[in-house]
């Protein structure tokens, strides 16, 4: 479940793109969760036409999803419709300007941006849509605008930055009572992997990705991709039956009908899964350029680059050392590495070598990297808030599995004693570490303290989401007093629209970067 600063952030983000009524109902959805139409309608007070067109506005825009669940009781069984808020898309908004800046650095191509800041900024569109978003009139020069960014669509397909919508409605069966009861008593675990609803309502609306990545010019038959190509048969030995004849022009105008039904019917959405894998990638290069010199970046780099089985939700990277060496080669600064440099880079990246098929093969987990982005970012604010002696005590906890005393910590991190007790129990009192109280004989007690790395980086989250949420509200009060200031004097009101622009600039330069650090403890 969300926290309430999670809530209030993303509330807040929907209340400034849509408006208040939008927000309540968004709201409503992330407080109670997955709800009916009436449940909405009875929770908010609101009549249920503005409700549902509330509800449509957040589900093109990829901030709710709709899925079906078994009705029980009555006479005869029915379905009822309910409402899921997507808490990490409505986040993603947020980072729309980002998304942006890495796909100018992918593509060179002006269209493509044109087209994913459509599919951005109106959530889902046809491809018949993002061409009238580029042209209004029907000449030569506009049918060879909707060929040009038809290539280039095809492209942003190809590469996974665009992909087709989920299935609007599943139809799921809720889990009983009897399956999580049971899987209680088994342990844990097992009730740990005890899917809820709303995630076998997710799975089931997602495509597969043979038909999630079928470009316009594809279509997809029980999950298998086939190129519809136009072939010339004149003269051909091998058409020589009628019967193939006929089923390859069937074919052929299947292939023009599902392109028509393509452009004109199916919804597209730009994949944010593709893109927070970038940002991903992106951390973890300048955590290594920081720490070991940008060469090291930049075989990491090829190695991300050189790999296959680095997909989106993978953090395990492997590639072959011939493979890294290739595109070492193709950045102008790893021009003048040689194969023992690789190897020394390797090395200080701690990457795991293994042989297969008599080459050498390199992996590297990129989850361990964002675990020293993650401990370097709660170091700092340590460092930040409370002292270098506290960041010294805190960092010997974090590094120790075991629990330490007061002066044993204290002796260790050259601490005078008497100033070691008021630090720990600022520290304790703000959730960074943990205390317990150990007897050793009657009379005598004796504090030790350690840090809880799961609970701290949850901590550390929700102190992000309260800070973002509070500067969003600034960043939307300036924009008011901007509007507040016009019926002034000419010159009050552009000194005052001057101090007000530095004002938001520095908040929304403020909350990107906060936004980077809640990216590492959230979406990484």
Known sequence: MVGQHGVDLAVGIIDSHF???????????LRRGSSSLQEIVRDIGLPASRVKNCLLVLVQHNCVQAYSVPRLGGPQPKAVTLYMALFDNILHRLRFPKF?????EEFEDPLCLALVEGLLQHGRLTFEQLVMRATSTKSEKSQGIKDSLRNSFDHLVQAGFVERCPKPEPFVSAVSEDDTATAR????????NVETTEQKALAAAALVDAERFSGLGNVCYDGQNINLLKEKDEGSSVRSNLGEKRKHRELELDGETQSSINENEVLWRANIEKFVHRLKKKACFSRISTRLG???AIVFDAMIESSQQSGPK????ASSLDEILEWVMKKPSGRLMTMQHIRTYLEELKCKSSMEDTRAVYSIDLGEIIEECRSEEVGSLVLQRYGRDAYRMFRLLVNKARPIETDNLAEITFVKKKEAPGILYKLWLDCYVEMEIAVAYPGEKRFLWRVNIGALHEHVLNDMYHAAANLSQRIAQSREQQLEIANRRVNDVQRETERLKK????LETSLLRLDDALMLFHDF
């Open 503 to 506: 004002e938001r600039l520095v």
């Open 185 to 192: 008593k088994r342990g844990s675990k097992m009730a740990a």
């Open 294 to 296: 940008l060469d090291a």
């Open 19 to 29: 408006g208040d009524i939008v927000a309540r109902v968004c709201s409503c959805l």
């Open 100 to 104: 942006l800046g890495l796909l100018a």
């Open 314 to 317: 993978q953090n395990s990277v």
